[in-house]
Every structure is written in C-alpha cells, then in structure tokens.
C-alpha cells in the first residue's frame, strides 16, 4: 500500500471577480515507502497546491487525497512540512522552535527536550540551542525548520522549494546533509517529496521525477532515475536526463533515452 496517494486530485480557485481557476486536475500520483519523489514544473503549474493539499492545509474541489489508505480529512498526521523559507517564531530560541511540532503532540517536556537536542546535532547545529532566529544565517535558519518537521518523525517529509531561497554554496551544503541523512537512514522518515522548479536538483535527489504541464497543472510525464548515489552532475548519464527532462517540459522531442 502505498503512504500517500491523490486521487483524481482537483483543486479550483474562487477569484474575486466571480471567475474560478482550476489550478491542478486530475492529479493521480502514489509515494512509496523508500522513494525520493521530486515534483517539477514552471511557476504557476501548481506544485505548493499539491504538496498543501497533500499535507491537507487546501481541501480538494474534487477528488481525494489518502493516507495509508484512509482519506485524509484535516491536517495530514503522517506528514510534515518544510516550507521556502523557515517561518520560525522569532520570540523563541531554536531549542524552543524545533520543540513546538512536539509540545503540540504532548510530548512530555524532558523528552521533548532530549529529542529536540539530538535532532539539532543530527542537523548540524549544535551550540546554537539558545540563539534566536535573528542571530542565524538564512542556512541555519532553514536547518532549523528542517529539524522542527523532522522532529516528530514523520512518514512523509514534504519540501517546497526549500533551497530556492539559499546562496548556491549553502544550499549545496544542506542538499547534501538532507540526503547523506536519507541515504544512511539516520532519520525515521520513510518518504520525502520535493517540490522544485530546478531540474538539476530533481535529478541529483530523487528516484522519480514528476513532470507537471500548466494552466492547468496535470501530470505529463514521469521519469525514474536508476543512477545510484552519489551522483556526479557531470557524467554523461546525468547530462543526458537533464537534458531529457528539459526537453519534455518545453514541448521539444526527445531524441534519446537514458
């Protein structure tokens, strides 16, 4: 069974000119146990509209979004969320926001405490429990969030564009930390969903790349990317799905396969 699948998933938009947007239709897709999914697509296909739907923040127009099997009806309880930008809470100290997603679940403070801790080393950040967002660089801000949503080890770690907002060299640090993390399984997560505009990206992370047309969002094209990790951007293979990928979104015949 698969831990997350949409089902003809449809999402229309009231506008206040009495006039309604469909933003995605028909979106059909499945997350596995075990895979990286990347969703890629230009602005305005409807990529964060998905991912929000799928961490039930939008409720469908049509369709359905479920859950191990059982629709998910409110906020999704087996996922969580990082967003382009970290939205921390600038009264707290870091110690205190990466607690928050625990103390809502009542968590018991002395454990709340030890897991916050130990998911703050894990995510590189140790000696900055008692700093405020403030004090941070935009990297640990952004680090941060990540170990605020893995935290409460959820199933599905959604991300929406969360290195779009980073200099080239930080995100390639914390791109990095995220999948050394996930391929030596140092954190309970048993899927991860990336929304990106970036193909590179797409295909340095994930195991299959979902392609999106616009206007409105559906699925165009699925790839899978059999190239194990660590994976070198410059390899002959790598260029060539880039490539492929490119080809596909702008309309343009693809001429080779991987």
């Known amino acids: 069974m698969a831990i997350i699948e949409t089902k003809n998933l449809t999402i229309i938009f009231d506008m206040p000119n009495n006039t309604r947007i469909t933003v995605v239709e028909d979106i059909n897709l499945s997350l596995e146990e075990g895979e990286f999914v990347a969703i890629l697509g230009p602005s305005g296909a409807g990529k964060s509209t998905i991912v ?8 469908p127009t049509h ?3 479920l859950y191990r099997g059982k629709l998910v009806e409110g906020v999704n309880p087996g996922v969580s969320m990082v967003f382009q930008t970290a939205a921390l809470f600038p009264w707290l100290t870091v110690l205190e926001n990466v607690e928050i997603g625990l103390k809502a679940k009542g968590v018991p403070p002395k454990e709340r405490r030890e897991r916050a801790l130990k998911m703050i080393d ?5 000696g ?3 700093a405020y967002p403030k004090e941070l660089s935009g990297g640990m801000r952004q680090r941060v969030g990540f170990a605020r949503a893995l935290v409460v080890e959820p199933e599905v770690l959604l991300m929406d564009e969360p290195f779009s907002g980073l200099d080239v060299l930080t995100a390639e640090n914390l791109r990095n930390d995220l999948l050394e993390l996930w391929i030596e399984k140092r954190i309970p997560t048993k899927t991860i969903l990336l929304i990106t505009h970036s193909i590179e990206e797409a295909v340095y992370l994930a195991d299959r790349v979902i392609v999106l047309d616009k206007n409105p969002g559906r699925i165009k094209q699925e790839i899978y990317i059999n190239i194990p990790h660590w994976r070198d951007r410059e390899s002959e293979e790598f260029i060539r799905l880039v ?3 490119y080809s596909i979104m702008m309309g343009k015949p ?3 396969k991987p």
């Open 52 to 59: 929000r739907a799928i961490a039930g923040l939008i409720k």
């Open 63 to 65: 369709g359905e979004v």
């Open 122 to 126: 894990l995510i590189g950040l140790d």
């Open 128 to 130: 900055f429990e008692s």
């Open 243 to 245: 490539d492929r990928i």
């Open 254 to 256: 693809v001429t080779a």
